[in-house]
């Protein structure tokens, strides 16, 4: 089954913060067009996680890098291991 690297956590969302509070969350997967996976979700969630105990955050944005944002769950996690692509 084709799988691409796993990334850290940490590198699968990257955070950056403004000056006034705006924390952006970009989904950094571009080779798969940023699809949701297991590992994925697990570090969105780390983040708003930290986001729920800063105060000083008054907004986020979830945005993503590459060409697109996100269609979805990468449903080549759920295939079985002996599905093919052509």
Not at 11 to 35: C, I, K, S, W, Y
Request: proline content about 8%.
């Amino acid at each position: 089954m084709p799988h691409s690297p796993v990334l850290p956590q940490a590198a699968l969302v990257l955070a950056e913060r403004d000056a006034r509070g705006v924390l952006t969350l970009n989904l950094n997967q571009p080779q798969n067009f940023n699809a949701l996976s297991g590992e994925m979700i697990a570090a969105l969630q780390s983040q708003v996680d930290a986001v729920a105990k800063d105060e000083s955050i008054r907004a986020v944005v979830i945005a993503a890098l590459g060409k697109a944002f996100c269609p979805g769950y990468n449903l080549k996690e759920m295939a079985p291991p002996d599905w093919k692509t052509a």
